[in-house]
């Protein structure tokens, strides 16, 4: 579910977009980052609340998510 919501802004693909395709990240990439944002210590305009929602496991399986799902 959680990766599901990513969708909204998020492709899988690259794309010239505005919002980073989250398929050309590795997973440690996806979960570096998503602490960063809950944590406050990388910038953001909402990835810091969104991230604050997500446990590290519901963090790492987002991740893992997205890591298969642009190997497909």
């Avoid at 944002?37 to 987002?62: C, L, Q, Y």
């Amino acid at each position: 579910p959680g990766a599901a919501s990513c969708l909204g802004c998020h492709t899988v693909a690259a794309d010239a977009g505005p919002v980073a395709a989250l398929g050309s990240f590795s997973a440690e990439q996806m979960v570096t980052a998503m602490q960063a944002f809950r944590s406050g210590s990388r910038p953001a305009t909402v990835m810091n609340r969104i991230a604050k929602g997500f446990s590290d496991e519901e963090i790492k399986a987002i991740a893992d998510w997205y890591a298969r799902a642009k190997s497909k």
